[in-house]
């Protein structure tokens, strides 16, 4: 039997460094807490990372999934197909608005939303009927984006990226140009979060990254209650310095100096988490390939960030169990979001998405994170190999 670990080891888990907390407490002490120069700077800077123009900091993921679809207009009667296998805020957003969610199934192979059902369901209804995309780079494989936004032109439609799981993932175009998730050069909004376990973490936070100027200012009253303080964008002028207007209703999806002086620190050392991301893949790849009964979600893909690393067994609940009890914290990514009770009062049922919902009878995501070490991944691999062979 493998000689269990003292510590847990969950399936994510943040990498907080002393240079992190510095960036922190250097914050704390100066003049700003809320909204001051590291908001802006780590906009700035993600931006660049990511190879967008604008950058648009929020409170959290769902909030930018929220001013995504409040910019790009949804309201009560507009449809919006998304994919069953993410977490639930993706298709939430339109909820907020009033819109309805419509959803295609995966490709089994990939765990992505498969763009031939959803042109397949374009197809079935008439022009206009469906109004907006949202894809997402599931477990940190991106979206090939470049045949998203050909289908999404056909059919006119906008595209919100939801690349919460891919920041520095990237699909290779049909010119063999890399193409990186959340760039704006194919989607008209992209989204990203740094919660904990995500690649970035701030503790709660989010980020919208676009191409379009007008989209980009429109977040940045939304996020604000709607207010507009520049003066260039004031409906009234010569007011006083003191001014500022609101011009619709917003939210405050603001995020603090605080989180994003830690987002600084933590973008700082992205390309070195990312690279141990896809060695300890890449170990696991080479594991599993020989071990039976052990299905790999889409692996070797390149490009892959590998925020999740994803297996496939046929007693995924047995495995499941025992690696607890072995302090491997495994967990489970995701029940399908049409099989929620709040959409399923919708009319969504089972049967209706069948990759889906097999992909989700067997799926396990198993521990993939920077300072997860050689010697903890072996015991993982030799944990599972083990009920494996219980058979």
Not at 235 to 243: A, P, S, T, V
Request: glycine letters at 10%; hydrophobic letters at 40%.
């Amino acid at each position: 039997m493998p000689t269990l670990p003292t510590p847990l080891l969950p399936y994510g888990r943040q990498h907080i460094s002393e240079a992190d907390i510095a960036a922190v407490v250097d914050t704390l002490r100066s003049d700003f807490l809320t909204q001051g120069p590291r908001v802006t700077e780590f906009e700035t800077r993600f931006a660049a990372y990511v190879g967008a123009r604008h950058a648009v900091a929020v409170s959290n993921g769902t909030a930018a999934l929220h001013l995504c679809a409040l910019a790009l207009g949804v309201q009560p009667g507009q449809r919006v197909i998304t994919t069953p296998i993410t977490f639930a805020a993706s298709a939430n957003c339109v909820r907020y608005c009033g819109g309805e969610v419509h959803f295609a199934d995966i490709d089994p192979a990939t765990g992505l939303l498969d763009l031939a059902r959803v042109r397949a369901l374009l197809e079935a209804h008439p022009r206009g009927h469906f109004t907006g995309l949202i894809p997402v780079d599931f477990a940190g494989l991106a979206v090939d984006m470049e045949a998203a936004r050909a289908l999404a032109d056909e059919f006119g439609l906008w595209i919100i990226e939801d690349a919460c799981h891919a920041p520095g993932g990237f699909f290779v175009d049909s010119q063999g140009k890399p193409r990186y998730c959340g760039s704006g050069q194919l989607a008209d909004l992209a989204i990203f979060s740094f919660h904990p376990v995500k690649h970035i973490a701030t503790g709660e936070g989010g980020m919208i990254t676009t191409n379009d100027d007008a989209l980009a200012r429109h977040l940045r009253r939304l996020r604000t209650h709607g207010i507009e303080r520049e003066g260039t964008g004031l409906l009234r002028q010569d007011e006083g310095g003191w001014y500022m207007e609101m011009q619709e209703l917003g939210y405050n999806y603001r995020i603090s100096d605080i989180l994003c002086a830690l987002g600084i620190s933590q973008l700082s050392r992205a390309d070195e988490g990312l690279a141990r991301r896809r060695a300890l893949a890449a170990t696991y790849d080479a594991a599993f390939a020989a071990m039976g009964g052990v299905e790999v979600l889409a692996p070797g893909q390149p490009g892959h960030a590998y925020h999740l690393y994803v297996i496939q067994v046929e007693n995924r609940r047995g495995l499941y169990d025992y690696l607890r009890t072995q302090n491997i914290l495994a967990q489970v990514h995701y029940v399908p979001v049409h099989r929620m009770p709040y959409y399923e009062k919708l009319g969504w049922q089972a049967g209706d998405f069948p990759h889906a919902e097999a992909y989700y009878a067997r799926c396990l995501s198993l521990p993939l994170y920077p300072t997860l070490t050689d010697e903890e991944q072996a015991f993982v691999i030799n944990c599972v190999r083990e009920f494996q062979a219980r058979g």
